[in-house]
């Protein structure tokens, strides 16, 4: 994410890159995403730092590597305890299950996932909702 995606309206918006080149707006109105993201933020724009990205790597103000991502998120699974590997595209499988569990229209999951095609994400969830339920019945 670039810093000019950031965009200061009334709720203000990030605007994200998805898969194929194209640009969805996100509004950053929730209350709860506001909390997570404006700290970062603020903290940013304090930082003397030429390089146009919103999310850097503190030791060398650079862009942050998809490989450091990787390894963080990794890392942060192993300190919480989590009982195998996770990684950042767990997060998009979770995030769209759990969307569908909720009842969330199929369309609208694949719109959020930028997936051209419904049958890949009807695909993607009905997928990840059974491997979800096999690791629940096993489960002590």
């Known amino acids: 994410l670039k810093l000019s995606h950031l965009v200061h309206s009334d709720p203000p918006t ?3 890159e998805m898969k194929g080149g194209n640009d969805k707006v996100f509004s950053l109105m929730h209350p709860k995403l506001q909390a997570f993201f404006f700290p970062w933020w603020n903290f940013r724009k304090t930082l ?3 390089v146009p ?3 850097i790597n503190l030791y060398n103000k650079n862009q942050l590597s998809v490989r450091t ?5 990794k890392r942060f699974g192993q300190l919480a305890g989590i009982p195998f590997s996770i990684h950042p595209h767990m997060f998009r499988r979770t995030f769209a299950t759990h969307l569908h569990a909720r ?3 199929l369309a609208i999951i694949s719109s959020l996932l930028g997936h051209s095609r419904l049958e890949m994400t009807e695909r993607y969830v009905v997928k990840m909702q059974k ?5 629940l019945l096993k489960l002590p």
């Open 69 to 73: 991502i990787q390894r963080r998120i």
């Open 14 to 16: 990030l605007t994200v």
């Open 103 to 105: 009842g969330v229209d």
């Open 53 to 55: 990205f919103l999310f």
């Open 131 to 135: 491997e979800e339920e096999e690791a």
């Open 48 to 50: 003397d730092c030429a």
